[in-house]
């Protein structure tokens, strides 16, 4: 028996996923709103012929391939990958990485801001007993996880940095995933921790660590809490656009019972 369980968010307009600049906007069309937009395709006809009147319903969004839960490319975090090859963009992505066993690391304990170490992850890898292995899929929970749609989703929870990104990739992983808004500390914290230090390299650290190694990750996972540590799969085939840094996936875990 097979059980797959919902790792994402609805793309949903009027609530505080993303910063202010880029939130999703959606409009809806009721099936009475567009009647006389269908029956205009059909010279003679009238809203009078369509079953109740009614057209289709349809909706008109203004999104970023950021929205929602998406799968970032290579290509987002910079215009190369892998010490100097191009990065590849969201059609290019190797489709094997996105269907491959998965392991959560639990980071709820650590405060918002704070930026995981290599330490860190071999800490929470021995804690649960796992052995990484080559292209598995490793998704972090977060605080932010619970805290998806209230006004403090996009500051909340912990990044990973440089070193723990490369800790994953040095090992074979091409593909992570967070359920905060961001792979790497908000930017609220990174800001105040490059104010006070004055080094560039804080800033978007687990991102660049693509320059090194390519490698994509999911952003805004859901539920993550209700998974064990292992023991299942994770599937988030990422909507094919054209030379994009990112697209929309319906995530989910699969559970072989």
């Given at each position: 028996m097979t059980r797959i369980v919902d790792l994402s968010v609805p793309l949903r307009a009027g609530i505080a996923s993303d910063p202010p600049g880029l939130l999703p906007e959606i409009d809806y069309y009721s099936h009475a709103e567009t009647a006389q937009e269908v029956v205009s395709y059909f010279p003679g006809a009238t809203v009078?012929?369509?079953?109740?009147?009614?057209?289709?319903?349809?909706?008109?969004?203004?999104?970023?391939t950021h929205n929602?839960?998406?799968?970032?490319?290579?290509?987002?975090?910079?215009?190369t990958m892998d010490g100097g090859a191009r990065a590849v963009t969201i059609d290019e992505v190797p489709l094997e990485w996105c269907l491959q066993p998965a392991v959560k690391l639990d980071f709820r304990h650590l405060p918002?801001?704070?930026?995981?170490?290599?330490?860190?992850?071999?800490?929470?890898?021995?804690?649960?007993?796992?052995?990484?292995?080559?292209?598995e899929i490793v998704v972090v929970n977060t605080a932010a996880g619970a805290r998806y749609g209230q006004d403090d989703y996009v500051s909340a929870g912990c990044g990973m940095g440089r070193e723990a990104t490369l800790y994953l990739l040095e090992r074979g992983v091409r593909l992570t995933g967070t359920d905060a808004w961001s792979w790497d500390a908000p930017f609220v914290h990174t800001a105040q921790r490059y104010a006070r230090e004055r080094d560039p390299s804080v800033i978007w650290e687990g991102h660049r660590a693509g320059r090194d190694i390519g490698y994509c990750h999911l952003e805004k996972l859901h539920g993550l809490e209700d998974l064990p540590a292992d023991g299942f799969s994770i599937a988030c085939f990422p909507v094919k656009i054209h030379a994009a840094s990112a697209g929309w996936t319906r995530a989910v875990a699969i559970f072989h019972e």
């Open positions: 009078d012929d369509l079953p109740d009147g009614e057209g289709w319903a349809i909706e008109r969004l203004r999104v970023t929602g839960t998406h799968l970032d490319a290579p290509y987002h975090f910079a215009s918002d801001g704070y930026v995981a170490t290599a330490a860190d992850v071999e800490a929470e890898l021995a804690r649960i007993g796992h052995d990484l292995r080559p292209l």
